[in-house]
T-cell receptor, first 112, second 114 residues
Framework: SQKIEQNSEALNIQEGKTATLTCNYT??????LQWYRQDPGRGPVFLLL?????KEKRKERLKVTFDTTLKQSLFHITASQPADSATYLC???????????FGTGTRLTVIP | EAQVTQNPRYLITVTGKKLTVTCSQN?????MSWYRQDPGLGLRQIYY???????DKGDVPEGYKVSRKEKRNFPLILESPSPNQTSLYFC?????????????FGAGSRLTVL
């Protein structure tokens, strides 16, 4: 069965630095890979989507890469701010599946 | 405002007492889904619905029921709750974007079963 791993439970970085979060999976590459942000006591909020045949996507200070050879996605937040502190979830969707499979998340803390 | 609304947000109940968590979306989405979130296990899908009267099991359906009689509503029913169903529950709906299921989540319902 598929396994999805996000590199660490928690990541602390200094304000202004680039945060890099990792999402690894086993077996087959998903057709789509998404990243969500979740704040305490709230539901996840969609951030970015990248398709299997895409290498990189950007949105403002966010960048996602997708390497199907390494079976890995990297999520970057450049010029990080304390307001970026949250838990970030990767979610994978395979062709024909009616489900998003989520990683357990990485809790990012940006220290002023 | 486009949103998914869940109720109740917090609930404490006792073993065996039937309860329903309601979910409603105002975006005319066809796809709706229920997830539970537990520490260390992440979000796991309970049930989903592709459209009215079309529902199917997710990864952890045992002990739950759903119905989809109207497009906007997708209630989650616990016929006989047990303590292992203590969890944080999320309802989500989806608009397919570029072929992918991009989910809009509700604010969550924290359920405690004593």
């Amino acid at each position: 069965s598929q396994k999805i791993e996000q590199n660490s439970e928690a990541l602390n970085i200094q304000e202004g630095k680039t945060a890099t979060l990792t999402c690894n999976y086993t077996n087959y590459s998903p057709a789509y890979l998404q990243w969500y942000r979740q704040d305490p006591g709230r539901g996840p909020v969609f951030l970015l989507l990248i398709r299997e045949n895409e290498k990189e996507k950007r949105k403002e200070r966010l960048k996602v890469t997708f390497d199907t050879t390494l079976k890995q996605s990297l999520f970057h937040i450049t010029a990080s701010q304390p307001a970026d502190s949250a838990t970030y979830l990767c979610a994978l969707e395979w062709t024909g599946a009616n489900n998003l499979f989520f990683g357990t998340g990485t809790r990012l803390t940006v220290i002023p | 405002e486009a949103q998914v609304t869940q109720n109740p947000r917090y609930l404490i109940t006792v073993t065996g007492k039937k309860l329903t968590v309601t979910c409603s979306q105002n975006m005319n989405h066809e796809y709706m889904s229920w997830y539970r979130q537990d520490p260390g296990l992440g979000l796991r899908q309970i049930y989903y619905s592709m459209n009215v009267e079309v529902t199917d099991k997710g990864d952890v359906p045992e002990g739950y029921k759903v119905s989809r009689k109207e497009k906007r509503n997708f209630p989650l029913i616990l016929e006989s709750p047990s303590p292992n169903q203590t969890s944080l529950y999320f309802c989500a709906s989806s608009l397919r974007q570029f072929g992918a299921n991009v989910l809009t989540f509700g604010a969550g319902s924290r359920l405690t079963v004593l």
